[in-house]
Structure formats: structure tokens, C-alpha cells
């Protein structure tokens, strides 16, 4: 996804649900891994991000709390300095105290649901002019920045 459709669909969606397409993007996360943050997971003061678990939507339809889709999956990342002061601002407004709150939650505090934010992607890339991409190729075009800059890919 070009950066100015990036940003299209960024300002798209409501600012609860911003950092979520940040992350795939600059992070490189999978969308189970998006909604399987919790506030212990981020390290502000060493700008890191721990991937330990993801929720997944079975056929079944109930999400669930599960580990990430490979061993290799399990990992600690560095957070780009652009999106640091993003997750300060999500902290401070959207997640609660405790360090099992989720970063992506109902008002509730309940964790969001893939289809949740399915809803907000759906949003965003209308307003970005690009139906035909899915979440995860937000991951994708995460993947070819970081090559292209000679950051070091993850899993």
C-alpha cells in the first residue's frame, strides 16, 4: 500500500482503531496478533513491542486466545520511532491500568473481536481507494519498507 493511501485510511477509522493499522504495518504484526496485545506486552522505555499470544477466529465464529501462528512468531520487536508517540496517545486513552488490559478492546474492556476490526479495515481501505487489499497486506507492504530501508525482517 503506497504511504498516502496509508494515510487515506489511518485517518479513516476512528482514533481507537488507529494504532491497530499502524502496527501491521510498521510492526509487521498479523491481525491475530494485533488483538492479542496487552499493555504488559509494550516496553515504552525500550520502544519494544512482545508478540507472546494472538486471538484467533476458528470456523466456529468464537474468537480465542491462542499462541502466535509459528514458534518463530514468539518475538520482540522494535517499534519505529513514528509510531512511539501513537502508542503513548492509545495508552493513555484506550487502555486501561492493569497490565493485562488489551490494547484493542470493547468500552467494555472486553478484547475486540476480528470482526471488530475487520469492520474498521473495511472502512479504512474504502477511504483509501483500495477495496480489493485485506489486513494483512498491510503486514506485506510493512515487510517491503522495512527491506527496502535495510531494517532486519521478522518472522
Known amino acids: 500500500m503506497p504511504p498516502c493511501a496509508m494515510s487515506r485510511a489511518v485517518e479513516a477509522v476512528s482514533e481507537r482503531y488507529r494504532l491497530a493499522l499502524l502496527l ?3 510492526c509487521q504484526l498479523r491481525r491475530g496478533e494485533v488483538l492479542g496485545l496487552q499493555r504488559r506486552d509494550v516496553d515504552l522505555l525500550h ?8 486471538r484467533i477466529a476458528p470456523m466456529s465464529g468464537k ?4 499462541p502466535p501462528k509459528t514458534e518463530a512468531g514468539a518475538r520482540t520487536l522494535t517499534i519505529p520511532p513514528n509510531v512511539v508517540p501513537v502508542i ?3 495508552l493513555e ?12 478492546s470493547t468500552l467494555a474492556g472486553l478484547p475486540l473481536s476480528p470482526r471488530n476490526l475487520n469492520r474498521a479495515w473495511d472502512k479504512a481501505r ?5 477495496p480489493d487489499l485485506h489486513l494483512h497486506d498491510l503486514r506485506h507492504s510493512g515487510l517491503t519498507w522495512a527491506a527496502a530501508s535495510g531494517r532486519a525482517l521478522p518472522s
Open 47 to 54: 520502544a519494544t513491542i512482545r508478540i507472546e499470544r494472538a
Open 88 to 90: 503513548v496517545d492509545h
Open 93 to 104: 486513552r484506550f487502555v486501561g491500568p492493569e497490565p493485562t488490559a488489551w490494547l484493542f
Open 24 to 26: 501491521p504495518a510498521w
Open 63 to 66: 474468537s480465542m486466545i491462542g
Open 126 to 130: 474504502r477511504a483509501a481507494r483500495r
